[in-house]
Each structure stands twice: as C-alpha cells, then as structure tokens.
C-alpha cells in the first residue's frame, strides 16, 4: 500500500488547515509594537541623580594628584640638578684656592686661604640659577674643609675634615633649610621652591637639599700624560741631598714673588733659593766655576752625587739626540706624548728610580726660554746616584720637586739658574699614597663624592 504523498509523513504536524494558516500569518507578520506608555530610562530614577558630579568631583582630585606628581616632581628634579651642579662648580673653586697655602713654604696662611676659598665657592654660586631663582647664595657654615689622604691602614683614600693641612672642600647648597637641618621660615639662604600644582592638595613647597659634594688636590709624586696635554718638567737635574739641604735652610734669599701678579722681584719672602747653574764635581765640594756656595751653589759638602766632568745636568726626557730647540721646548712648554713615549707615557718614580740620559753642559742658548718661565713652576727631577760622562751619563731619577724660577743668567762669568721651593698642581699629577704634609704636588681639584 503506497503512502499518501498528501499527508505529511513527519509525526506530530498537524495537517489542519486552520493551522497552517496561522503560521503563515505568523511568517508574514510584521515587527512587535511597543505597547503604548511612557518611555522610561535609567538616569530618570530619582535615586541616582547627580551621581556624575560626584564621580567627577573625585576623578579631578585623583587627575589634579597626578598631574603634581608629574610636573611638580619633575620640576624638582630639575631643580635639585641646577643646584647640584652650582655645589660642585662651588666646590672645584674654593679647593683650588687652597693651593697657596700648601707645601713648605706657603704663600699665603690657612686662614687666609679658607676665606679666599669662601669668596670663590659663593661667586660660582651665584653664577647659577636655580628654578625661579637667577642665582643661589651661599651659607658660609655650608663650606667645610678637610684633608684628604691615603690611609695606609684601611688601604683606601680618607676625608677627615676639619683636619689641616687642608686640601679638600665639602659644599652643601640649599633651598628651605638651614645648615642645622631644620625647615625654614625665613633663616635659609635661599627660599623654598614654589610648586606648580600641589598647592591644589595642601603642598604650597618643597625643601631642597643637595648632597654635599666634596673636591680635593689630592697628592702625588709622578706624571702621566694624555692626548693633548704637557708635562711641566724642567729638562735639567740636581743631586737629592742639595735639595734636602735647601729646606733644611741652607740657601740664599734674595727674590719676592708676589702670588696676586705672579712677578718676581728683587727681594726677601723667606722663601729660601738655590742656584741649580751645573758645575763639575771636587773632593772639598767646590763648584765647577771655582764658587763655593755654602751647599747651595754648585757643589756639595762633600763633593759627592754631583755632575760628572763633561756634563752640567740637562737630561734627555726623550730621544737621547735632544737638540737645543728640543730642550727650549721642553722648557717653555713642558713634556709631549712624544718625549714621555719613552718612558711608557708617564714618568713614575712609585714604583721605582728611573734611568735617564744626560746631555752635555747647559748652553747658552736655552737662557731665553728660561726667562720666558721666570715666575712659573716646574718639575725638577732630583737624582741620588749619576753614572758615565758626557753623552753616556746616566743619572738615576728617585723625586720630582716643584721649584718656581726667580732667575736665569747664562751670560758674563756669574752664570745663574735660580730656583726655589714651590707647589705644582697639575692635571698629569699621578695621585700617590703619600700624606698631604710631606706633598708638594698635587692634582687639579677633582670630585671625591
């Protein structure tokens, strides 16, 4: 029996007529309206009105938060580097005003020296702004001085202040406090840094306070040199003991040197000098040109660790062919990298004496480079022990001594090269593990902290 293809062969659809008539009203009708009556939203109920203004009220104090966060730190910040870089500028001048007083014979006295240090620290103050301030002062109690040396027990580099001889500064710059640490009202130097935006929470400004920045000659016996740079070394060399004979007071003193126009004139400044002029050496201490100079002309007490015949104690810091025109360079200019090649790039006697070459007499010629250095000081090398003759001299090299030039005369029969105990503070100064009373070199003033 074949199906009726009339009737649906799914079970449980109804075939009714009236059924699929209402289906297909229902296929064909159109979208489902709204049932009349008002719209209602849900900002329209009364119990969260005015929610808005609240959260906006809370979100401003949170954005205001941020933005002093953001300007008014960073404007600290910028601040706080302006002023860290006037301490250390302050710092760098008063340490080198400390130079005078240094050595054997200082130029000036250590109170002397403080308040030239003191003037020089608060004008490199004012030089630099600060924030809304075009220059900074400077509280004198700010200023402290030290000295700064190797300590040989603890095996590191020491700042003990307060402690002469002093070669070492501490600068402390502030904004809103005093050097007793409190915040100010209106005893600080400078006044504290308005802010920006955080007055808005209650902060109308900031305290500042650099880290004490510290600077210091520091000590040293050798050179080394770098690309561009010179070496103050005089070409010329004396025996140890007739220096050491010169601070124990046997000299003459016959110039002045003023340290405000550096020129040096006839005079007494208690400051004793040596003629270094080289002659040969005799068994009752005699000089070469027949002067006996009590141990401070050209010879010595007995004689001994003086030139040997044929050489007056110019020495070959360099080539050993040095020229005339070679030594009135080294004179006038110092050391080039060219000449300290020689001797690996530095000169150091730390570790060991040094063996140099000698030249032959002290000529004439050189008489006008050394009086273009009168007033200047240089570098002389001291020597213990001198072996050879002329070109084959060999003197063995153990200090440098800084020594200012007050005369030069090569020509007429008293032949002079006067010179006389001074201090060097150069930027080829090696630092050297030595203590600050018995140094006469030091470095430029560099930042220790």
């Excluded at 959260?55 to 860290?84: E, N, P, R, S, Y």
């Excluded at 010179?230 to 025996?239: G, N």
């Excluded at 401070?296 to 005339?324: L, R, Y």
Aim: glycine share 10%; net charge negative.
């Amino acid at each position: 029996m074949q199906p009726d293809r009339n009737k649906s062969s799914m079970r449980g659809v109804s075939t009714d007529g009236a059924a699929r008539d209402r289906c297909l009203c229902l296929r064909h009708a159109g979208p489902k309206t709204r049932p009349p009556g008002p719209i209602v939203f849900l900002g329209d109920d009364p119990s969260r009105r005015g929610i808005i203004v609240v959260l906006a009220a809370f979100l401003m104090v949170v954005v205001f938060g941020f933005v002093a966060f953001t300007v008014d730190i960073g404007f600290i910040t910028l601040v706080k580097a302006q002023m860290q870089a006037a301490s250390d500028a302050a710092t760098l001048a008063a340490c080198l005003e400390l130079t005078d007083a240094l050595g054997p014979y200082p130029l000036i006295s250590s109170d002397e020296a403080q308040e030239n240090a003191l003037e020089a620290a608060a004008q490199l103050a004012e030089m630099h702004p600060a924030g809304e301030l075009s220059s900074l002062a400077l509280d004198p109690q700010d200023v402290q001085f030290g000295r700064y040396e190797w300590n040989s027990t603890e095996q590191t580099w020491v700042a003990t202040w307060g402690a002469p001889p002093f070669n070492a500064v501490r600068v402390t710059l502030r904004r809103g406090t005093t050097a007793a640490g409190g915040i100010q009202g209106g005893d600080s130097v400078n006044p504290a840094l308005p802010l920006f935006f955080a007055p808005v929470l209650g902060q109308q400004t900031a305290a500042l306070e650099t880290k004490a920045a510290s600077a210091a000659l520091m000590p040293g016996r050798g050179f080394r040199i770098a690309a561009n740079q010179t070496v103050p070394v005089l070409p010329i060399t004396i025996d140890q003991p007739r220096w050491k004979a010169l601070l124990a007071g046997d000299g003459e003193d016959n110039f002045e040197y003023d340290p405000e126009t550096g020129k040096v004139i006839p005079g007494s400044d208690g400051i004793l000098e040596l003629n270094i002029y080289p002659g040969q050496s005799s068994s009752n201490g005699n000089s070469g040109n027949g002067k006996k100079k009590n141990n401070n002309g050209n010879g010595g007490a007995t004689g001994q660790n003086q030139w040997t015949p044929g050489n007056w104690g110019t020495v070959d810091f360099g080539n050993s062919n040095n020229s005339t025109a070679e030594l009135e360079r080294q004179i006038k200019e110092g050391l080039n990298e060219q000449d300290l090649s020689y001797f690996g790039g530095k000169l150091d006697v730390e570790s060991g004496p040094l063996l140099v070459n000698g030249d032959t007499g002290i000529s004439a010629a050189i008489q006008k480079a050394l009086q273009q250095i009168v007033g200047q000081v240089r570098a002389l090398p001291l020597f213990i022990s001198v072996s050879g003759q002329g070109n084959n001299t060999t003197y063995t090299i153990v200090e440098f001594v800084p020594a200012r030039i007050p005369e030069a005369e090569l020509s007429g029969g008293d032949k002079r090269v006067t010179v006389q105990p001074a201090v060097l503070v150069h930027p080829t100064v090696v630092p050297s593990q030595i203590t600050v009373d018995s140094a006469t070199m030091f470095t430029t003033p560099r930042l220790i902290a």
